[in-house]
């Protein structure tokens, strides 16, 4: 399935062998704020960039709060602890968006499978994320087991709990840039609107939630239950659409794909619509050609495509600076994240286990 050299030069490694640190934590949510905070500003001085947005918790208008209680309240204790030990931000930031290389938009490629389509029959949800190559050493895996609560597993950076993975028992979550024109500007704020959802069971649950409240953002979220069910969330200045799996498979680039959507899609660069196309169907024909085969090292090896060379699905190079940083899969229903540093094609996965059996290699 990869292209031939011809195609596509040959590359030295651009991330060193090895894996992805883990941080877990146990406990109340409360104590495991304060766990993270002190975690992050001891192995990460100087970088505080999530933990300087932690204090937008402390102050959510009345709606949004009312909404965290009544869906996820160990949230608020959990950012509460987290706040204590943080403290005020620096200085007001912004959530920005941490995919995108300078002077482009981000990409990536997720994608979502019921257990029909797996050898296992196992749901399965990951993807791709490209950013400058700067930014792999600061990637973690957060393994937060609260009292009383969903655990949680993802990939994220430093101080953020939203990152890329799974709730248990609960949804996945992925996320991809969308090209578009602005954002919408009505509902609940982008991270506790997407956090809330995550404390949903079902994708059904999360829709009632997101047709009920809907959310300020420009992108793509897509979730996943443990019965392989899936649904892709895009919100922009247009409105928000819902792009539900077509026989157990979801896979999403970064252009729109919803009616209502596509009305403010925007591209600023004429080479971003055609690649995000050629991405999007390239790995949607893969994983359909092996229905019922599909193994986690088969989805590996097809992330790790080098098809559309320099802006296919594994990128080492191009005009932004942005490569192929990481590629997640995950299993939720056995409680498992397997993760790449840096392009898929070049180092080795590593499975993460919520139950504690760490850091194997495949």
């Not at 949804?171 to 959802?197: A, E, H, P």
Request: hydrophobic share 35%; charged share 20%.
């Amino acid at each position: 399935m990869t292209a031939t050299a011809a195609t596509c030069p040959v590359h030295p490694r651009s991330v060193p062998e090895g894996r992805i640190p883990l941080i877990s934590i146990e406990g109340a949510p409360y104590d495991c704020g304060r766990q993270y905070a002190d975690l992050v500003l001891s192995r990460y001085p100087g970088y505080r960039t999530n933990l300087d947005l932690v204090a937008n918790w402390q102050n959510l208008p009345a709606a949004e709060k009312k909404l965290v209680e009544q869906q996820a309240p160990q949230l608020l204790d959990l950012y509460r602890g987290l706040y204590e030990v943080a403290g005020p931000g620096r200085a007001p930031v912004q959530p920005a968006n941490p995919n995108a290389a300078p002077g482009r938009p981000g990409r990536s490629v997720s994608f979502a499978l019921s257990g029909a389509l797996t050898l296992d029959g196992h749901p399965m949800a990951g993807q791709t994320k490209d950013i400058t190559a700067d930014r792999i050493p600061l990637y973690i895996i957060l393994r937060l087991k609260m009292t009383g609560a969903p655990a949680i597993m993802v990939l994220c950076y430093p101080g953020e709990v939203m990152g890329y993975g799974f709730w248990s028992p609960g949804l996945c979550l992925f996320r991809n840039t969308l090209y578009s024109r602005g954002k919408s500007t009505t509902g609940i704020q982008y991270t506790v609107m997407t956090s809330v959802l995550m404390s949903c069971r079902t994708v059904e649950a999360a829709v009632e939630l997101m047709e009920k409240h809907g959310r300020m953002s420009m992108g793509t979220t897509t979730y996943t239950d443990v019965a392989g069910r899936s649904v892709s969330f895009e919100t922009n200045c247009g409105g928000q659409g819902y792009v539900r799996d077509v026989d157990g498979l979801n896979v999403h680039t970064n252009h729109p794909l919803a009616e209502t959507t596509r009305a403010a899609e925007h591209y600023v660069f004429d080479d971003l619509k055609p690649n995000s196309l050629f991405r999007r169907q390239r790995m949607h024909e893969a994983l359909k050609a092996e229905h019922g085969r599909l193994t986690v090292q088969k989805v590996f090896h097809m992330l790790a495509d080098h098809a559309g060379y320099p802006y296919g699905t594994c990128k080492h190079e191009g005009a932004d600076g942005a490569i192929t940083s990481v590629a997640v899969v995950v299993e939720p229903t056995r409680g498992l994240l397997h993760a790449v540093r840096g392009q898929p094609c070049c180092n080795w996965p590593f499975t993460y286990s919520l139950d504690g059996a760490d850091c194997l290699g495949m």
